[in-house]
């Protein structure tokens, strides 16, 4: 491992110990006694909880303010967002335990997301802004018991802004920066950044409106191997509006609405082969998003009945120039899905709860492309699942929650996957928890791989097995958070390309296994240091841009109650990846190095809760590095900005 590194290492743990600091990653693991949801889908206290759940609330996101989502995600023990410091147009890798984009399902107050025309299904984190975010639960291992298709490595929960108690309340903000690479040094504005919301509580009604708008310039996605060459910059254009409202119908009866419309625009370069010959002005892709949906809640003697439903409709077009007929081609992906969840938690006691489930999703798609067409009623399917958990919690410190699935697909047939999740908290002056699970999940075979010209419509899903354990403990009057999680990880059945050109599954087994911990010290409620450190080992079938080794490191300090200041670290060890070499005909291997950056940002309200600014400044040393094989990455970037509430 890089000298450099072990030597930063040994300074942070070595001043952790003598308490010279604390966590703030921004992205800290919270206390055992704060409330998540994830695991179960209902509000617990994490001392119930028989994970560890990483929690980034909307104070820990203030603290990233001018970061991007995929960013902030990247700062999480155990996550690596492959792209996070690119350019913002860059596809993004959601790489954790192993696993890859397909793995990883995303969830949206509730309803889960995905682009059904994508070749994995998996969502574009891309087109949601940090603003329009309440807060994040991280929930990584194989949760398909709860969730279904996807959540085999990670269960990425977003909550979106809530509206405020006033009857009204506005927010006014707005950014701007740079956007230059290790060899730009323009310090004119390139990234803007800002929006406004409008939202309250009127009587029994509560309502939000949010609109973000996004503007970046001045990088290349592709790597100008030359600085005389003077690439094109690939702007990258995004426009959010949100709107939310919640009816109070009785004590024990909510109704909850939502719509949102998202639009992304986006220049882009052909991919990376080597030949100096990728870089066009001419690519140009649109990205556009409708969502709306209606979740109810029932609240009774013994329980709680909750029913989230959504339907998304996702259209990619893409204007992109064919060099041999010197024309420009017009590709069209569309897709629509449909998502309804109703599920109930019953108390029969104060130690036992049960939640059973019945969920059902819809897919379908439609493609046009100078290859073919696809149409929607030759490439749909559906799922109806039932699910129950059931979930233990003793007065003397034992909890267990286990729990099953039955997918039932109109494609393939069932589907049963199980889970089973005992903890033990040890003491209450010590806190200390022991936990440990083994978990199965599966993914399912996207309408592309069913249904394409690639496809093979007897695809069976992919199938996940994930045995953890660990700990988690706070000492010294809870000012000291610890917590580690060993996994090991089976992934079988999966699918890719043969012989003929068609995608298929593929027989064998390959194995990931790590460690992932995080250390948190609070010396004074002003001063706060993180450090979280991630180890990574994969078959070679799955190691492409996954690191060995990851830290982030973080130090909080508020110099007054107005003036705040941070610092983070992060090291990303070497990685493996592959690209088509255009001068050679072949995939070949290639190998990227090591890194380190150095993050600041300082913080200043001007008017208590209500106007602060804030400056940051990424890359401090301005390091070359390399996150994927022949793609740009951000230098030195300053962003300043500001923030009224109204």
Not at 112 to 141: C, F, N, W
Not at 410 to 436: C, D, R, T, W
Request: proline residues 2%; aromatic residues 12%.
């Amino acid at each position: 491992m890089n000298k450099n590194f072990i030597r930063f290492s040994a300074c942070i743990a070595l001043a952790t110990t003598c308490g010279y600091a604390q966590v703030n990653d921004s992205v800290k693991v919270k206390q055992l006694d704060e409330v998540v949801f994830s695991d179960t889908k209902f509000s617990q206290s994490k001392e119930k909880s028989g994970k560890v759940i990483t929690k980034i609330t909307a104070d820990e996101l203030q603290k990233k303010s001018g970061q991007s989502l995929a960013s902030i995600l990247n700062s999480v023990t155990g996550v690596e967002i492959n792209g996070s410091q690119s350019a913002n147009g860059k596809n993004l890798g959601y790489y954790i335990r192993g696993g890859k984009n397909q793995q990883v399902l995303i969830v949206i107050d509730g309803n889960p997301v995905t682009d059904a025309s994508g070749i994995s299904h998996e969502y574009d984190l891309r087109l949601l802004p940090v603003d329009q975010i309440e807060s994040i639960e991280i929930m990584k291992g194989a949760a398909s018991t709860l969730y279904g298709s996807g959540a085999a490595t990670a269960v990425i929960n977003i909550t979106l802004k809530k509206s405020s108690k006033k009857a009204i309340e506005t927010l006014i903000y707005s950014s701007v920066g740079t956007n230059n690479t290790t060899n730009n040094h323009k310090y004119n504005g390139q990234d803007f950044n800002q929006g406004f919301s409008v939202n309250g509580t009127i009587d029994k009604v509560n309502y939000l409106a949010s609109l973000n708008s996004t503007e970046t310039n001045g990088m290349s996605q592709i790597s100008d191997s030359n600085s005389d060459s003077n690439y094109d910059k690939d702007r990258f254009s995004r426009i959010n509006y949100l709107s939310k409202i919640g009816i109070k119908a009785s004590d024990k009866l909510t109704l909850n609405f939502f719509g949102n419309y998202d639009k992304v625009n986006n220049d882009y370069d052909y991919q990376f082969d080597n030949t100096g010959l990728n870089d066009t002005d001419l690519n140009k892709s649109k990205t556009e998003q409708f969502r709306f949906g209606f979740s109810p809640k029932f609240i009774y003697a013994k329980g709680e009945f909750n029913l989230n439903s959504s339907f998304s409709k996702i259209q990619r077009n893409y204007q992109e120039w064919n060099s041999w007929t010197n024309e420009i081609d017009n590709s069209k992906y569309e897709s629509r899905s449909v998502s309804v969840d109703g599920f109930n938690k019953y108390k029969f006691n104060q130690e036992f709860i049960i939640i059973t489930g019945l969920s059902y999703q819809f897919f379908d798609m439609n493609t046009q492309t100078p290859y073919g067409e696809l149409a929607k009623e030759a490439s749909k399917f559906n799922m109806i699942d039932s699910y129950f958990s059931g979930v233990y919690s003793s007065d003397f410190g034992l909890n267990v929650n286990a729990g099953a699935r039955i997918n039932m697909h109109s494609q393939y047939g069932n589907q049963v996957v199980y889970n089973i999740n005992p903890s033990f908290n040890i003491g209450k002056e010590i806190p200390f928890k022991l936990l440990a699970s083994y978990s199965t999940a599966f993914v399912t075979p996207s309408l592309y791989q069913l249904y394409s010209e690639y496809g093979t419509a007897s695809l069976t899903p992919e199938k996940n097995t994930t045995i953890e354990s660990g700990f988690e403990a706070l000492f010294f009057n809870k000012k000291l958070t610890l917590n580690a999680v060993g996994f090991y990880r089976e992934q079988n059945n999966s699918i890719g390309f043969d012989a003929n050109y068609k995608y298929s599954n593929i027989e064998g087994l390959n194995k990931a296994k790590g460690v992932e911990t995080t250390l948190q010290y609070s010396l004074t409620s002003n001063l706060n240091c993180n450090i979280n450190y991630t180890f990574t080992q994969v078959d070679e079938a799955l190691n492409r841009l996954i690191p060995k080794h990851k830290v982030n490191a973080s130090i909080d300090f508020s110099a007054t109650k107005r003036l705040f200041f941070n610092v983070n670290y992060l090291y990303v060890d070497d990685r493996n990846d592959t690209f088509y070499d255009g001068n050679l005909y072949e995939i070949v291997p290639a190998k990227l190095g090591s890194y380190k950056l150095l993050n600041a940002l300082v913080k200043f309200e001007v008017i208590s809760n209500r106007l602060n600014v804030f400056g940051n400044v990424t890359n401090v040393f301005n390091q070359d590095f390399t996150e994927n094989s022949g793609y740009s990455t951000r230098g030195r970037n300053f962003n300043i900005g500001l923030n009224l509430k109204l």
